[in-house]
């Protein structure tokens, strides 16, 4: 299962690109009938060139800004490890970048059709400081970026790997002198019937994480014991079987079981400490 909040990267560029549009068509419309006196002190010819540069100037560094970009991360594979490089490259930072930057570009353009509408030498002023400050978030996401592929240098991949991974022990796993009290099946509970078992049926996928807060209370609401046959980290293919339940009195709904476990294409630090040493592994190899 797939969890909601973890969608495909090029919905985050698409959203800005969409918003920005919505924006380019809706704000000089209501500005010019509501600010209908309001306007820019800018002539009409620098604001037709300002735009026109904004727009052009975007479009050519988002291209040359993240074929750079790309470049330093395949090659950085070479030195790293393919999986971490393929992780960072997957940073929402950078899909919110070029979602920055695609939106300066197409509000630029749409405020451009409304400089100098029907002859009015009139340039909205509204809108013309949105473009101002988008032109802004762009320099402040592209300042980002270069901080970002700085991450690349060695002794700041190791530590971030390493800080990675201590996260996740420390949040996994409690400390010797801790209270917390964790429910432990009886160890013959294998002894009861096999009443239900999950099985994968998809593609090649990897086990994110699992919630066991609602695996528990599956547990406690079917009477029964869960088994977790596959680890965080495990790849799995068709026909692996996922979950077990033993002598639970009533079958637990399948959908319920499979929304408790994350699946996805490739391995992450959320609750997988052994990510993080496979990661150095490679590094150090």
Partial sequence: MKSPLRFSTWVIPLSYAVVAVAAGMVFPRLETPIFHGLGSTVTVSAAMAIYSSVASGMLALTAVVFSLAFVMIQFSATAYSPRLVLWISRDPFMWHAVGVFTATFLYAIAALAWVDRSGSGRVPLISSWVVIGLLLASVAMFVGLIERIG???????????????????????????????????????????????????????????????????????????????????????????????????????????????????????????????????????
């Fill in 151 to 285: 991450l690349l240098q060695i002794n700041r991949m190791l530590t971030f790997t390493g800080n990675q991974g201590r996260k996740v022990i420390e949040a996994i796993y409690p400390e010797l002198d801790s209270r917390t009290t964790l429910a432990v099946p009886p160890e013959d509970f294998r002894r009861l019937a096999v009443t239900q078992t999950l099985i994968h049926s998809a593609q090649p996928e990897v086990i994110q994480a699992f919630n066991p807060v609602a695996l528990i209370g599956l547990a406690k609401t079917s009477g029964g014991i869960i088994e977790m046959l596959a680890a965080v980290g495990d790849t799995v293919v068709d026909l692996t079987p996922l979950l077990r339940v033993f002598g639970a009195p009533q079958p637990i709904d399948e959908g319920a079981l499979a929304n408790t476990i994350e699946m996805g294409e490739e391995r992450t630090f959320e609750q997988d400490p052994k990510y993080a040493i496979r990661l150095l592994v490679d590094i150090a190899m």
